[in-house]
């Protein structure tokens, strides 16, 4: 059995066969035969008002599904808004498929109308690109799209569609769209250490008496939640995370110390005078690492990673775990022999509660404009323990990984830190509600942030998501004019934004819009904002006050080198 059809259609056809979901983009001439037939499939896509938006939106989806976000865009204009999107997704492992509209190659070359070298410029962002050459060839290549996408450490893979191959008709046998389950979603395959590698690491584990775990991102991954649990509670081990890591266990686990790098609770104390570093999933890039200078050289390390060819590149792993994070924490947790680490977890406690009490005052300050903290300190207090938190770049990112705490294990906190681009609160909350439309999802974004994204709350209010935009508005580009102050000796240039009510600005775009100046009035506010059916902005003004903004003491503003980079 044969059937014919546009190339368009077998496009539509090879993601209706992967079970892609929800999918994000703009359309143009080249690709009307994918949207032709993703009308005819009944698939679920929506209009985006910016490429960089839809393909935010379709990361946070993988994030939230664990399967590839798929976005699409026309050639020129819309290929070229995919790039920053595209980055965040490579860098933070996240799968990701996007689809371009390309050239006729019947023209290309004759400055065909928005023609670009949109092959070169893309292909860097991405893990891979594939061209599409052969109509004939359309499921292959997407197939191939979801392999690499899902495979080894995730990552965006861009399918580039010439116009005549995308409007050609083809003749494709029925079992041509054949699909390999495995590669739906991430990981698609488990791999695991050989087992002299694990018996090094579990010598390591067995004599450590102030073990620390470092979880970043892969955690979320590779699902390895349940496995981390298993491997902390045999072996005693407490957790710190990256922004992307949190959540890999409970923040309210007794076992976890928090976030590790350039902000801390106290877990970089206890890095320091650990005598065993085990890291799970997790790139040890700059920021982990307060800038490669927290991590103390001459203590063990085991490093568990999925891509081999990471070993070594920031920090010197004494046992180097190649493997997926879930399979070799299950070998290493059924390894364990019974340890008690007593004296060391009732230090932690110690640590954890002399924390808590010198932070109390900042996340329960009445003082106007609002504290971060004390925002952050509401969220804490009336979210679910099943809410999804997403956080914008900026400060709502710094102080949200510092001080919110997500109350069980898995993705609920999202954070765009593969780019940190400003401008994925709006997308994040959009594809992270339509990838969990049972969970209450709030996004947490600057107002530069917003200001970015804006045209996209009319998306948000098409696609009807239940869905929380909470505006940390200071009227600035605040990290910036926070680091103006504090390294510039307040010479700000090109850091302040208007004094806007964002609010009003919502509900002129017909959501539900209120801005919040009484810290008091957070809490009901918040609760209103998150039932009230569709989407929500909730503004809340924040402090001008530069000398203020920083969620802590930044160690690079305290002691400042010539070489220092503080963004
Ligand atoms: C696309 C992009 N441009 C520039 C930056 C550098 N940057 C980091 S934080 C920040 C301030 C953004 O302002 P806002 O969104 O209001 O957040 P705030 O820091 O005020 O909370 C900027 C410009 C960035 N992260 N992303
Ligand atoms: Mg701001």
Redesign the pocket.
């Known amino acids: 059995m044969t059937s014919t059809m546009s190339g368009g259609e077998a496009l539509a056809r090879s993601f209706a066969a992967h079970e892609s979901g929800d999918m994000f983009g703009m359309g143009g001439f080249q690709l009307l035969p994918f949207y032709a037939a993703v009308r005819t499939l009944g698939m679920r896509h929506h209009l985006i008002n910016d490429e960089r938006t839809g393909a935010f939106a379709a990361d946070a989806y993988a994030r939230m599904t664990g399967r590839p976000g798929v976005c699409d865009a026309t050639l020129g204009p819309g290929a070229t808004n995919l790039v920053?999107a595209l980055a965040e997704s490579t860098n933070a492992g996240v799968p990701l498929i996007a689809v371009t509209g390309d050239t006729h190659r019947g023209y290309s070359g004759r400055h065909m109308t928005q023609e670009t070298q949109q092959v070169e410029i893309l292909r860097p962002a991405a893990k891979a690109l594939l061209r599409v050459e052969q109509p004939e060839r359309i499921p292959e290549l997407v197939r191939r799209a979801y392999t690499i996408a899902t495979s080894g450490r995730p990552g965006a893979v861009v399918l580039d569609v010439p116009e005549d191959v995308c409007h050609a008709q083809v003749t494709m046998p029925e079992d041509a769209f054949w699909t390999d389950a495995e590669t739906h979603g991430v990981p698609a395959r488990r791999t695991r250490p050989d087992q002299h590698t694990l018996d090094r690491a579990v010598a390591l584990l067995a004599t450590a008496e102030r073990p620390v775990l470092l979880a970043g991102g892969g955690i979320h991954l590779s699902g390895a939640h349940e496995a981390l649990a298993a491997f902390v509670r045999a072996w005693g081990v407490p957790v710190a995370h990256t922004m992307s890591g949190k959540g890999s266990v409970s923040c309210l686990d007794p076992l976890s110390i928090g976030l590790f790098g350039r902000y801390s609770r106290y877990a970089n104390d206890l890095i320091k005078t650990a005598d065993l570093v085990v890291v799970a999933g997790c790139k040890l890039g700059e920021i982990a690492t307060e800038r490669y200078d927290l991590l103390p050289p001459a203590t063990p390390m085991i490093h568990i990673d999925v891509l081999s060819e990471d070993f070594g590149r920031t920090a010197r792993p004494t046992v180097a775990l190649w493997g997926d994070a879930a399979s070799t924490l299950t070998d290493l947790a059924a390894a364990s022999s019974t340890t008690t680490r007593t004296g060391y977890l009732e230090e932690i406690d110690g640590r954890r509660r002399t924390w808590q009490e010198r932070t109390r005052p900042r996340l329960t300050t009445d003082e106007r404009p609002i504290n971060v903290a004390r925002l952050v300190h509401e969220l804490n207090g009336m979210l679910p323990a099943d809410a999804v938190l997403i956080a914008?770049?900026?400060?709502?990112a710094?102080w949200t990984g510092l001080l919110y705490d997500t109350k069980q294990a898995g993705r609920g906190y999202v954070a765009d830190r593969g780019l940190?681009?400003?401008?994925y609160g709006v997308p994040g909350a959009l594809g992270a509600a339509l990838a969990v439309p049972d969970r209450p999802v709030v996004a947490l974004?600057?107002?530069?942030?917003?200001?970015?994204s804006l045209g996209d709350l009319e998306t948000l209010r098409r696609a009807d998501v239940n869905a929380t935009i909470v505006v940390?508005n200071?009227a600035?580009?605040?990290?910036?004019?926070?680091l103006q102050h504090v390294l510039f000796d307040g010479g700000y240039q090109s850091?302040d934004?208007s004094e806007i009510d964002y609010g009003a600005v919502a509900s002129a775009l017909g959501c539900h819009g209120v801005r919040i100046e009484d810290p008091e009035a957070l809490a009901p506010a918040l609760t209103e904002a998150v039932t009230t059916p569709g989407p929500s902005v909730v503004d809340v003004v924040v402090t001008r006050d530069p000398a203020k903004?920083l969620p802590g003491v930044d160690k690079r503003a305290a002691s400042k080198r010539a070489d220092d980079r503080i963004?």
């Open positions: 920053t914008d770049g900026g400060f709502a710094h940190a681009s400003i401008g974004s600057g107002d530069g942030g917003l200001n970015m940390v200071n600035a580009s605040g990290y910036v004019k926070a850091s934004l903004m963004a």
